[in-house]
C-alpha cells in the first residue's frame, strides 16, 4: 500500500501451514490456480502442489484465461482498450503492449487525459505512450498539473525516461505535496539536467534529512545532473547534515 513516496507491506494471508521454508516457488495460473513447487524430494525429485478455490471460477479468471491463452490481436480497439482496466496485470500488459504494437496513439492520450477514466486505464495508457517515444508538451504539461497525485508522479517519470521536457517544468514539481511526485521529480531533473533546479533539490534533501531514504536518493540523483563540481564542493560547509 502507499506509503509517503514508497510503499509498505500490510496484511498477509496464510494459504498452506506446516511447509515453512520448504516452498522454493510459486506463479498464478491464468484460471486463477495457484501453484508451487516445494524441496520434499522423494527419488531425489521435488513436487508441484496446486492450490484450487473450491467454488466456481470468476468471471475474471475466465477472461485472465482467455486473453493469455488467445491474446488480443482479434479484439477492436475499444475492447483492448477496456482491458487495461482488468484486475489481473497480465492481462492488462497484454492489452497495453497490443495497443502498441498497433500504435494506437490517439486512443492511448484519449484514456490518459480523461479524468473519469479508472487510474490503471490510464497509468498503463500512459506507460503505452512511453514505449511508442510520443512527446507531447501539451500533454506533459496537462499531466503535471493533473489533481491524481499519482498521474503527475508518472507524468515526470515519463519526462524522465523520454528526456523530454521542453518548457522545464519538471523543476516546479519538486515542492509538489505528494512525496512521490517530489521522487520522480529528483530523478527526472538529474536525467534532463534542468535548469534552475539546484535550490528546489537543496530544499529537497534538506527537507528529507535523512530520514526517507527514497527521497535522498531523489536529490542526489538530481544533484548528479545539475550541480557543478564547484557547487557540489560549496555544500561542504552546508548547515544542513543531510545536506553536507
Not at 498452506?16 to 522423494?42: C, E, H, K, M
Amino acid at each position: 500500500v502507499p506509503d509517503g513516496a514508497s510503499f509498505k507491506r500490510e496484511g498477509e494471508d496464510l494459504l498452506v501451514q506446516g511447509l515453512n521454508q520448504q516452498i522454493l516457488s510459486s506463479t498464478v495460473a491464468p484460471d486463477g490456480d495457484v501453484y508451487f513447487t516445494i524441496w520434499q524430494p522423494r527419488g531425489g525429485l521435488g513436487s508441484v502442489w496446486r492450490l484450487k478455490d473450491p467454488g466456481p471460477a470468476s468471471a475474471d479468471a475466465i477472461s485472465t484465461k482467455t486473453v493469455l491463452t488467445k491474446g488480443l490481436a482479434d479484439q477492436s480497439v475499444s475492447e483492448c482498450v477496456a482491458f487495461l482496466d482488468h484486475p489481473d496485470r497480465r492481462v492488462r500488459m497484454a492489452a497495453q503492449f497490443e495497443l502498441v504494437a498497433r500504435k494506437e496513439t490517439k486512443a492511448l492520450q484519449a484514456v490518459v487525459l480523461d479524468e473519469k477514466a479508472q487510474i490503471l486505464s490510464r497509468l498503463h495508457s500512459l506507460w503505452a505512450l512511453g514505449q511508442l517515444d510520443h512527446k507531447d508538451k501539451e500533454l506533459l504539461a496537462a499531466l503535471c498539473a493533473s489533481p491524481d497525485a499519482e498521474i503527475r508522479a508518472q507524468a515526470v517519470r515519463w519526462a524522465g525516461d523520454l528526456v523530454f521536457d521542453p518548457d522545464n517544468i519538471i523543476p516546479g514539481l519538486l515542492g509538489d505535496p505528494s512525496p512521490r511526485v517530489q521522487l520522480f521529480a529528483g530523478i527526472t531533473c538529474g536525467k534532463l539536467k534542468s535548469p534552475g533546479a539546484l535550490g528546489a533539490l537543496t530544499s529537497l534533501l534538506v527537507s528529507a534529512d535523512n530520514k526517507i531514504p527514497v527521497l535522498r536518493h531523489a536529490g542526489v540523483a538530481g544533484l548528479v545532473g545539475v550541480a557543478s563540481e564547484d557547487e557540489l564542493r560549496g555544500f561542504s560547509n552546508h548547515k544542513s547534515e543531510a545536506m553536507r
